[in-house]
């Protein structure tokens, strides 16, 4: 009771303990629960369609497979399975149709309503039926096509007979891949000698869309992380504030004859009880922060990534134990050092003034040595990590050395100003400003941190701003932009827009995979517009007479780092299909 006395007498201290401890939990448990609800996402996603389970038959160039070299497959013997894949918009919506043969594929939908009953003939002949989430159905009520809701399909994603598929991709006679059925008869043909032109492939399924997000929820875990931290130099002050305060009545419940692992383990006890109400309220902030945020972050990554991710929260063990096991490491962390100081407590001996700056100085000497090993580590971390990772742990060891760094470069500039001042009146402001620096210098290692983070993020974020919207003033040059649902529909706009602008540029897009990555296909009419606003790095000097005449393309930036592609080079556009990169643009 003699301990906990303290926290009665000092409330606001108690509270900035524990919120301080709560908000940090509550940001870096917000974020693991957004990124375990997204990879729980892309689990269940390729559970549902069966796309991380065997082996698929594709094409090395990414180029569409025949349906002559499926019937070859089947009449050898190999239990295969077509599947049409592709991008379209339907009914206003924009979602991927995934066509597959209703007789042989593996994994078909149930429906949501238990009463429905749907024949196979349904399925095939047309109109044929679409299977989409119920979410996504809602928004397919316009298609041309019926919709049935089920809880089998991630959301964005259509699934229909390959005839069908073919039909509202335009696509006729083509496959995207071969599913390569689990049990298969005996004494087959290798498929290296039937399909030499196929390579067989584990499906990858979550995996693979993962890869494409993990720069996303890493930058989300780096905010959080670094959330924390700011936290936790507000816990360690308050926490180490509460145990100078108690230093007296430490001193004296040892000259009773408490024996000093009894004490530390009572303020172990206090310090991890605190923790776990400070956790539990960090967690139930974490989840509401968590809650509100998912349906904007769903949104944002089936927007860059296509990546299917519900908008819907669930608790889950993983980011509750992770977000209660940082809580308790980092009270432990922010404590630390005030229970090592009490290791070293003299019973009846008080420490003076002299005594407490010395200390203060030699910690100082100590943060100053672990922020340039900071530096050093952070360096070494770019130099043998590399990439994303490496440039993250490079930016950590760059802000929490200069934090570390502080409190002596502090010391050495007020010092430096104690000697020059020429009264005695302004010597003795720096003196006193000089005593007060070893209190101060945690509240101004996490001011160092805070101020850091927001005007690191709020320039990152204008400059992004600002360069995105030039980009699009550049790229949507145009005063109106329609898009049309057919060709019919496109010609009966352009025909009515003809006599009433300037001029009508159509533009087409297509889906295909270049250098075995997805990619879109625009084509474009030769006209002043693009030549005057498209922003273009890179280009050849004819770069637009080859656009006109098709002999040559424009790809983007990332494309031409991702495959080491400068204007002159060939790029394959689909099989059989090879122009000149004419030129490069953001």
Do not use: C, K
């Amino acid at each position: 009771m003699a301990l906990l006395s303290h926290w009665r007498r000092q409330p606001l201290q108690l509270a900035t303990l524990i919120l301080g401890l709560a908000l940090a939990t509550g940001l870096w448990a917000a974020v693991q629960a957004i990124n375990a609800e997204a990879r729980a996402s892309y689990a269940r996603a390729a559970a549902q369609l069966g796309a991380g389970q065997g082996q698929h038959l594709v094409d090395p160039e990414g180029g569409p497979i025949s349906l002559e070299t499926y019937v070859q497959l089947r009449r050898a013997g190999w239990l295969v399975t077509p599947i049409l894949e592709g991008r379209t918009r339907l009914g206003g919506a924009s979602v991927t149709v995934l066509g597959v043969e209703i007789l042989t594929y593996p994994a078909l939908p149930v429906p949501t309503e238990s009463g429905s009953t749907i024949g196979i003939v349904d399925l095939i002949l047309p109109p044929g039926r679409l299977f989409a989430e119920p979410e996504t159905a809602a928004r397919l009520a316009a298609a041309p096509v019926p919709v049935i809701a089920t809880d089998d399909l991630p959301p964005g994603i259509v699934l229909t007979d390959i005839g069908t598929a073919e039909r509202l991709l335009d696509r006729p006679g083509q496959i995207s891949r071969l599913r390569v059925l689990p049990d298969q008869p005996a004494g087959l043909a290798p498929l290296a000698s039937l399909v030499p032109g196929l390579d067989l492939r584990e499906a990858e399924g979550a995996a693979d869309t993962a890869r494409l997000t993990d720069s996303f929820h890493l930058n989300l875990t780096a905010f959080g992380l670094l959330s924390f931290a700011v936290g936790l130099f507000i816990v360690h002050g308050t926490i180490g504030l509460a145990f100078e305060q108690r230093r007296g009545l430490f001193r004296t419940l040892r000259a009773l004859g408490l024996p000093n692992r009894h004490l530390i383990g009572l303020l172990l006890a206090e310090l991890l009880g605190l923790a776990l109400i400070a956790g539990g309220l960090g967690l139930v902030i974490g989840y509401l922060v968590a809650a509100a945020l998912l349906p904007d972050v769903a949104a944002t990554l089936r927007g860059l990534y296509d990546a299917p991710v519900a908008g819907e929260l669930h608790l889950r063990p993983a980011w509750i134990t992770g977000g209660l096991g940082m809580t308790l490491a980092g009270a432990l962390l922010a404590g630390g050092q005030g229970l090592l100081r009490l290791l070293r407590l003299p019973i009846l001996a008080a420490p003076g003034a002299y005594a407490w700056s010395a200390r203060a100085a030699r910690g100082a000497r100590g943060a100053a040595v672990a922020g340039v090993l900071t530096l050093l580590a952070g360096g070494l971390a770019l130099t043998l990590v590399g990439g994303l990772v490496g440039g993250f742990a490079l930016l950590a060891g760059l802000m929490l050395g200069a934090a570390l760094l502080l409190p002596a470069a502090l010391t050495v500039l007020v010092g430096w100003a104690e000697r020059r001042a020429d009264a005695a009146l302004t010597r003795w402001f720096w003196a006193d400003l000089r005593s007060q620096l070893p209190g101060l210098s945690l509240a101004l290692m996490a001011l160092l941190l805070a101020l850091a983070t927001n005007i690191g993020v709020g320039t990152m974020v204008s400059s992004f701003r600002l360069t995105f919207t030039g980009w699009l003033d550049q790229r949507l040059a145009s005063e109106l932009y329609v898009t049309a649902r057919s060709d019919a529909e496109g010609a009966e706009i352009a025909e009515w827009l003809a006599p009433r602008a300037d001029a009508v540029l159509p533009i087409r897009h297509a889906e295909t995979r270049i250098l075995g990555q997805p990619a879109r296909l625009y084509g474009i009419v030769d006209h002043p517009t693009y030549r005057e606003h498209w922003p273009m790095l890179q280009a050849l000097p004819d770069a637009w007479e080859r656009i006109g005449d098709g002999s040559g393309a424009l790809i983007n930036e990332q494309l031409a780092r991702r495959a080491d592609l400068a204007p002159g080079d060939p790029v394959t556009l689909a099989p059989g299909w090879t122009r000149t990169v004419a030129g490069i643009y953001s």
